[in-house]
């Protein structure tokens, strides 16, 4: 019988992704450096505060944020486990609302304003048509998230970056998928003064072969699309019934693509 393997766009066998809150003006250096390095993120806006003379607007959205990833985090910010669970669904379906009308996609992604959260917050976002959700603080490694709506980052920026990013250059082993996963806000680069830390990042993990550099919503589309791949029985075959193409590996043999709206022998 085949021994078949999901695979991530490409192939590949790791991943990286980025995620930036609160829409700070200095998102537009931080884009600057991961579009020159090729790498992708996830940038989390509150619509209610964009009138802060230290937020970008929202008329740059579109452009600014091209090819990353608008999500939501909340309309104003608030401390969301002190508030009725009402007030919470408003704070995220409005705030969808308002990025959907910028970005003309559906903003399916969230963080959680000072990382606040409970259970019942948790079992309230599918119905609000969140997929994730971030938490803060970091798990130094590079696991999918067993749980999205706990979803915790390698790492903050601040915390070990060049050291967590050697080790996940150094990862070769293909009997895993891996991903490193860095979140931060671009303003604090100014007030620590060291925007040449992520700019040596990117530099040091751009343009590698065995990375997918995505953005954090592509990473669970990427991983549900696959599960919703039918295989025969005996997996001699397997038909492909989403819209974007998936890659697998059989026999330990390079990956293979299959296409969306495919049967494809294996
Ligand atoms: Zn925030």
């Not at 996940?168 to 100014?190: C, I, P, R, T």
């Not at 043999?253 to 022998?265: L, M, N, T």
Request: charged content about 25%; proline content about 6%.
């Amino acid at each position: 019988m085949n021994k078949v393997y999901c695979c991530f766009p490409g192939g590949k066998h790791k991943a990286l992704t980025m995620s930036y809150d609160d829409g700070r003006t200095q998102d537009r250096r931080l884009i600057d450096i991961f579009n020159r390095y090729g790498i992708k993120g996830t940038f989390h806006l509150n619509s209610g505060l964009f009138d802060r003379a230290d937020r970008v607007t929202p008329k740059e959205i579109p452009t600014l944020y091209a090819g990353h990833e608008v999500a939501c985090h909340t309309v104003t910010h608030p401390t969301i486990a002190r508030c009725p669970l009402p007030e919470v669904a408003h704070e995220v379906l409005a705030d969808r609302i308002f990025l959907e009308a910028h970005t003309g996609y559906p903003v399916r992604g969230l963080s959680y304003p000072n990382g606040s959260l409970s259970p019942e917050i948790e079992a309230l976002l599918p119905g609000l048509g969140i997929r994730y959700s971030r938490v803060v603080g970091s798990s130094d490694g590079f696991a999918l998230p067993e749980n999205p709506y706990r979803w915790q980052a390698t790492c903050h920026h601040n915390h070990r970056l060049l050291e967590l990013g050697e080790q996940f250059l150094a990862l070769y082993k293909k009997q895993y998928l891996y991903l490193m996963y860095v979140w931060g806000h671009s303003y604090e680069f100014d007030d620590k003064g060291n925007w040449d830390l992520i700019e040596d990042f990117c530099r040091m993990m751009g343009g590698k072969e065995d990375i997918w550099y995505c953005t954090n919503i592509q990473l669970l589309d990427c991983l549900d699309d696959y599960k919703r791949l039918q295989f025969a029985a005996d997996n001699s075959f397997v038909f492909n019934p989403n819209a974007r193409d998936c890659w697998i590996s059989v026999n330990d043999q390079p990956a293979r693509r299959i296409p969306a709206g495919q049967c494809v022998g294996l």
